[in-house]
C-alpha cells in the first residue's frame, strides 16, 4: 500500500491543556474536521465519525472507526480506519510556548492503490482548516 505523510505546524493561543481536553473529546470533531457532521457509538479509547462527502447533487455518509488516546497536554493520536481500506494514522504533539501552545499535526496515510490522490487530497484540506478551527475555538475561551 502506498504512504503519504503530511504535516502541519501552527500556534494557538490557548494552553496545552485546553488543547488536549479539546481534542480527547469525540464530539469536538464534529465541525473541527469540515467532512465529519456526526459522531456514533463512542465507546471508551474510540467512536464512530460520519464523514459527509458530496459529489455533484449526491451525499455519501462514510463511517470510519477512530481510536482515541493521548497523554495529558502532550499529546493525542490514534487511528482512522475507512470501509474503503483508507488507513490513516494521526497525531497531535502539544509544545507550550509562551504564545499559548504549538500543535503538529502529523497524518500517515495508507491507501489502496490509484486512491492516494484522492484521500491525501482531503486529508490536507482537512488538516489545514483544522488549524484555522481549532485556534478560532480554542480563543473563545
Known sequence: ?????LR?????TAPAQAAYDHLTRPENYIGLSPLVVAVEDVQDGSY???ERFRL???KYDNRIRVSLEGTPASSVWGEVNSPGGVHMA???DLT????GTRVDDEL???TPFGLMAFASGQARKVQL????ILADRLAAR
Open 1 to 5: 500500500m502506498p504512504e503519504k505523510i
Open 8 to 12: 502541519n505546524t501552527f500556534t494557538i
Open 48 to 50: 464512530v465519525a460520519v
Open 56 to 58: 455533484l447533487s449526491l
Open 90 to 92: 494521526y497525531r497531535f
Open 96 to 99: 507550550p510556548t509562551p504564545e
Open 108 to 110: 500517515r496515510l495508507r
Open 129 to 132: 482548516a483544522r488549524a484555522t
